[in-house]
């Protein structure tokens, strides 16, 4: 059973930086894409950036955003630097078990983590 468990979520300052994590577990995920999507309250959830033997990131993150994965440790990280209040959302990790393609459109997605809570005050 795929599980995927986010942590590393807080309150953080504007100009502050957060490091998320996702831990996989079920299967092996080297082969596959993976993704990080935020939810902001009242907002559909958007693709934030996404990893696989490349990376892809939204317009609205890139340059602040490095995401990364430790395949020998199942392992996928999202470091956030110069965050905005505008970040603040649920963050989710995901995984598309469809071969390497970063798909950016979340019903591409086959499994998610919980989500954890990303507060910028301003």
């Known amino acids: 059973q795929v599980q995927l468990v986010e942590s590393g979520g807080g309150l953080v300052q504007a100009g502050g930086s957060l490091r998320l994590t996702c831990a996989a577990s079920?299967?092996?995920?080297?082969?596959?894409?993976m993704a990080w999507f935020r939810q902001a309250p009242g907002k559909e959830r958007e693709f934030v950036a996404g990893v696989s033997w490349s990376t892809y990131y939204a317009d609205s993150v890139k340059g602040r955003f490095t995401i990364s994965r430790d395949n020998a440790q199942n392992t996928m990280y999202l470091q956030m630097k110069s965050l905005k209040p505008e970040d603040t959302a649920v963050y989710y990790c995901?995984?598309?078990?469809?071969?390497?393609?970063?798909?950016?459109?979340?019903?591409?997605?086959?499994?998610w983590g919980q989500g954890t809570q990303v507060t910028v005050s301003s």
């Open positions: 079920g299967r092996t995920f080297s082969n596959y894409a």
């Open positions: 995901s995984i598309a078990l469809r071969g390497g393609t970063i798909y950016t459109a979340r019903n591409q997605y086959d499994y």
